[in-house]
């Protein structure tokens, strides 16, 4: 019996891959739900512990709906060298094909790829099956971020590879066809970890916190809260030339995981927000992660909502937290994603003392309202992922789907909710109880029609 939390609760992982059809839904799924939602997990096979959640071989969940009906759930493992205990580190430097693969699962120009920040991508079949390693025709020849960003107005994919030896920050642009059209070296970044970043109108947007490379930590995670690492935001124009222009704005110290949205203002300042952590919050989180002593209560301790307000024209930085609440995993409307946006949704937290419980939280930032969907005792949403509804005309027109792992009854279910008031539409039962995981997507049809399963 292992004491190692992400190996436990919601978190345990399940044994086999399995298929069912013809799913039970109560209420009525709206039709033009006609896609699909897939879902990435930390899922060692079974008898594997790995030193740290994150080094889980990756596994996705799929839930096929159509026209009011919930057709199928799938999971599979991806299948990677690393899922056969190939290594990453090898006598001739790091293989970049034996990756978990655990941690997005994203659609871009008809391909469907996981993805795991320190290896090229996996590409999967609609049926989630494995076709392998994915570098772009070659165009591609370092690690990919788990966490690209597709420019709503243009089609265009934007992602970057980082690593902990020179170059530290490679940025990439592959247009809607799915080829890389751009790849610069971004100059003045460090060995800091980067899992995310942001996309404006005009600006790419790079967050270096005070977690940076650390050969001494041996999780397999090489990474550790370092107070000489500075924490900064990259600024950088979107043109051809942009590598040229970046710059780097000192902030307060901390650590960000996952960018909620960024935007230029009426002013030209760039604002970004997203949940961050101190060093308490990322030690006590770091120890959950690795199973270590004096590890907080969840995956993600001390998480809060901070907004950033970078003005170029004198070159200061103002921040402040904005919201108590302990979130992670943030999501919006993607058709705002770069812009000003108005919603936002995030999962809830426990806090530290475990009150508080999981649910799904909506933000208003025009009122500064929040709003909680609980989900009930022993019960872990995923992330919410938004999807429109057909014929939207306000940004919050549109649905919540979110995965539930319930303890009680063993058990999992898909969560349809109103993104406007986030009462529920329907549920979908699903075959078995679904590991909690990180990342996912909707992909509907049209994504990928002409691709054979």
């Known amino acids: 019996m292992t004491s190692a939390p992400y190996l436990t609760g ?124 994915y570098d772009f025709d070659g165009r591609l020849r370092t690690a990919m971020t788990a966490h690209p960003k597709e420019d709503p107005r243009t089609g265009e994919l934007h992602f970057f590879g980082s690593s902990p030896f020179p170059p530290h920050l490679m940025y990439y642009v592959s247009d809607a066809k799915g080829e890389i059209v751009r790849s610069v070296e971004v100059p003045g970044a460090t060995a800091a970890l980067k899992h995310d970043f942001a996309l404006t109108r005009h600006h790419v947007v790079f967050v270096e916190g005070n977690v940076t490379f650390d050969p001494t930590e041996h999780s397999g995670i090489p990474y550790s809260w370092s107070d000489r690492q500075p924490s900064r935001i990259g600024v950088m124009p979107r043109g051809d030339d942009g590598a040229r222009h970046v710059r780097w704005f000192s902030i307060e110290p901390g650590n960000m995981l996952h960018v909620s949205n960024a935007y230029e203002d009426g002013r030209g300042r760039i604002v970004l927000e997203g949940p961050t952590v101190d060093r308490e919050g990322f030690e006590l989180s770091w120890n959950w992660w690795t199973g270590a002593p004096g590890r907080g209560t969840e995956p993600n301790a001390l998480s809060y909502t901070r907004r950033w307000v970078v003005d170029p024209s004198v070159g200061t930085v103002d921040e402040q937290i904005i919201d108590d609440l302990a979130v992670e ?119 990928l029609d002409g691709i054979e399963s």
């Open 329 to 447: 995993f943030p999501t919006l409307n993607e058709n705002y994603s770069g812009v000003e946006n108005r919603y936002q949704y995030a999962v809830s937290f426990p806090d530290q003392e475990g009150f508080g419980g999981y649910g799904v939280v909506k933000y208003d930032r025009v009122t500064g309202a929040r709003r909680i969907h609980r989900i009930g005792d022993a019960r872990l949403p995923s992330e919410a992922v938004f999807v429109p509804a057909a014929g939207a005309t306000d940004e919050d027109d549109g649905y919540l789907l979110t995965v539930v792992s319930d303890l009680k009854q063993d058990a999992s279910q898909l969560l349809v909710l109103d993104a406007s008031g986030l009462d529920r539409v329907a549920t979908v039962h699903l075959p078995r109880r679904v590991t909690a995981g990180i990342h996912g997507s909707w992909i509907p049809d049209r994504a």
């Open 10 to 133: 919601h978190y345990t992982p399940v044994a086999d891959e399995i298929t069912a059809t013809g799913l039970t839904v109560e209420g009525t799924l709206p039709t033009e739900l006609t896609g699909r939602l897939i879902r990435n997990s930390h899922n060692p096979k079974p008898g594997v512990t790995p030193a740290h959640w994150f080094k889980g071989s990756g596994m996705v969940h799929g839930i096929r709906l159509r026209e009011g009906r919930a057709e199928w759930y799938r999971n599979r493992w991806v299948h990677t060298p690393a899922l056969d205990g190939a290594p990453y580190m090898t006598e001739h430097g790091p293989d970049l094909t034996a990756s978990t693969a655990g941690t997005h699962v994203i659609e871009h120009a008809g391909r469907l790829l996981a993805l795991c920040e320190a290896n090229l991508p996996f590409e999967l079949t609609p049926d989630l099956e494995t076709v392998g390693a």
